[in-house]
């Protein structure tokens, strides 16, 4: 499966933004999605991921309350929906796919848990 993201940019803190993860390929249905970032000279780090039917939604503690993940299936989509932006968000937003992890529920902030990964999207938040 191929993921490309879109929907980066450069906004003012409190502002809002709404990436989108892209899938290309068959059986997008059995991959959970997560959404990483990676901060100015910092290591990457899980944002949220959400299972293979939606169902279930998991969030970093530095990021709960302000991101919403959701997903469509039948548009091989899923999106990231940020508010209240911070400037401390600015980093490359990148997703993955994780294909029918048996475990997903207690590794899905691991990146070594996804096979695939899009090239990401710069977030910009200026304060």
């Known amino acids: 499966v191929q993921l490309r993201e879109s929907g980066g940019g450069l906004v003012q803190a409190g502002d809002s933004l709404r990436l989108s993860c892209v899938a290309s390929?068959?059986?997008?249905?059995?991959?959970?999605i997560g959404w990483f970032r990676q901060r100015p000279g910092k290591e990457r780090e899980f944002v949220g991921g959400?299972?293979?039917?939606?169902?279930?939604?998991y969030y970093a503690e530095t990021i709960k309350g302000r991101f919403t993940i959701s997903r469509d299936n039948t548009k091989n989509t899923v999106d990231l929906q940020m508010d209240s932006l911070k400037p401390e968000d600015t980093a490359v937003y990148s997703c993955?796919?994780?294909?029918?992890?048996?475990?997903?529920?207690?590794?899905?902030?691991?990146?070594?848990?996804?096979?695939?990964w899009g090239q990401g999207t710069q977030v910009t938040v200026s304060s």
């Open positions: 993955a796919a994780s294909f029918v992890h048996p475990y997903y529920d207690t590794s899905y902030y691991l990146p070594s848990t996804y096979d695939y």
């Open positions: 390929g068959r059986s997008f249905a059995s991959y959970a």
């Open positions: 959400i299972n293979f039917n939606g169902a279930t939604t």
